[in-house]
């Protein structure tokens, strides 16, 4: 029996009285992509927390291949190859693309505070911004400091920064907010081009974007699953569409 990489069974989120997130179950395997629509406050976010270990879930339980980690701390998460996209503030954008690189490599490793001992020293390091640099098309913006970068190029760092980890599980959190259209293509050929063994949950206003990236969708409203399908299933779902469809882009 092969056990699901990432096992959400009956999870709660409760802050007061509020319930933003309710009876959620989710299974995710090994390099399956899935997308989370729903309109604002449905209870997205608090997931992907309840997830990474930003909000610990108040009922239910998390498993990464069947180890429990519903109360485990985000550094034991991250470790069990669960990562998340920076948000664009973790940036330091006076810092070379490479060099934050670099810094978010080390991130995990107790060598973090040498950083400005070492820059360049370490070949495996290097393979690892190399990697992350092509994968996310930034290869020739390498010396360039951030603050210099597009909007575009700045959310495709922050997912560079993301798969310096190797992470087994990525959690992208409305990706292509704000980008302009040809950006936008761009963040999709970034997502479509990841490695595919690594497992993805999206949370995307951007609904024909999400569809053309995901084998599966899970649509919440007012923290609960009401729909969950392939593309096409999701698509043709007639309370979708007047929960969420109809409202493209700024549900
Ligand atoms: N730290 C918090 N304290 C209190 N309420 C919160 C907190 N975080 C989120 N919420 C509430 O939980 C609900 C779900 O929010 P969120 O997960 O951000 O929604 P989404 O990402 O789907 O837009 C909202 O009503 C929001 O106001
Ligand atoms: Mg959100």
Redesign the pocket.
């Known amino acids: 029996m092969s056990t699901a990489l990432l096992e959400l069974e009956h999870i709660g989120i409760s ?1 007061g009285a ?1 319930k ?1 997130v309710n009876e959620v179950n989710l299974s995710l395997r090994e390099g399956e992509r899935v997308a989370i629509f ?1 309109p ?7 997931l992907f927390n309840a997830i990474t270990g930003l909000n610990i879930a108040t009922e239910g339980a998390i498993r990464v291949a069947g180890v429990d980690i519903t109360n485990s701390t985000p550094y034991v998460r991250a470790s069990k190859g669960i990562a998340r996209t920076f948000q664009i503030t973790n940036l330091f954008f006076g810092l070379t693309v490479e060099d934050n690189l670099l810094l978010a490599t080390r991130g995990l490793k107790n060598t973090k505070f040498s950083f400005w001992k070492s820059s360049n020293s370490n070949e495996s390091e290097n393979a690892v911004v190399d990697s992350a640099l092509e994968r996310c098309h930034l290869t020739k913006k390498r010396s360039i400091q951030v603050k210099h970068l597009s909007y575009g190029e700045q959310r495709q760092l922050e997912l560079a920064m993301s798969l310096t980890s190797s992470p087994r599980i990525l959690l992208l959190d409305e990706p292509a907010a704000g980008l302009s259209a040809v950006e936008r293509k761009v963040m999709a050929d970034v997502i479509r081009g990841l490695p595919s063994d690594l497992a993805l949950i999206l949370i995307e206003h951007d609904i024909e974007l999400a569809l053309s990236l995901v084998d599966r969708v899970i649509c919440m409203y007012q923290g609960q699953i009401f729909a969950e399908g392939s593309p096409d299933e999701i698509r043709n779902n007639p309370k979708v569409q007047d929960i969420y469809l109809g409202r493209r882009n700024r549900a």
């Open positions: 802050f509020l933003a729903g604002n406050g449905a209870g997205k976010t608090t």
